[in-house]
């Protein structure tokens, strides 16, 4: 019972944590709004990119999931981002290695814009063969798009994008 597993092992919020959170979720609304509408704008702008081959966002209207989305996601549809790059594992790589507003981790939905590379990060673990039974291509990269500034995000991308392709 959850209840006594709180009691028994001491898992209960502090006083200070309780009132962070009770005024977190007074902007809560508006924080994920803004980060579901600059994903949006995003996603777009990668899906022009030529270095750009696929981009994976079900806000986009060739999203397979475009439809179910428009009727399910009510407020906007999401804050991460997943694309490939052209130039395979390598590029991927010097890509999210190369932001410089985007945090290079794992975590994805805070406030920070966040980047990863799934095939050696999240999904290192798994050979090949498994990553790519489950759409986790070499080229594949995964964003969290936080509060920062659309066109700030945009150019730190575009940058890291021109880094990338100079090493492929």
């Known amino acids: 019972d959850l209840y006594f597993i709180q009691n028994a092992t001491g898992a209960v919020m502090s006083p200070f944590d309780a009132f962070l959170i009770s005024r977190g979720m007074k902007t809560l609304d508006l924080r994920v709004r803004a980060q579901c509408e600059t994903a949006l704008e995003i996603a777009a702008w990668l899906e022009e990119d030529d270095r750009v081959s696929r981009v994976l966002y079900p ?46 981790a794992v975590s994805l939905g805070a406030v920070e814009s966040l980047i990863e590379q799934p095939a050696t990060m999240s999904h290192a673990s798994y050979d090949r063969e498994d990553r790519l039974l489950h759409g986790i291509t070499d080229e594949l990269v995964r964003i969290s798009v936080g509060l920062e500034s659309p066109a700030d995000l945009k150019n730190d991308l575009h940058n890291a994008l021109e880094m990338a392709m100079a090493t492929s």
Request: proline share 0%; hydrophobic share 45%.
């Open 59 to 104: 806000g986009l209207t060739q999203h397979s999931g475009y439809d179910v989305a428009v009727k399910q996601m009510k407020g906007g549809f999401g804050a991460m981002v997943s694309f490939e790059v052209l130039g395979g594992l390598n590029s991927a790589r010097a890509m999210a290695n190369s932001t410089e507003l985007f945090q290079l």
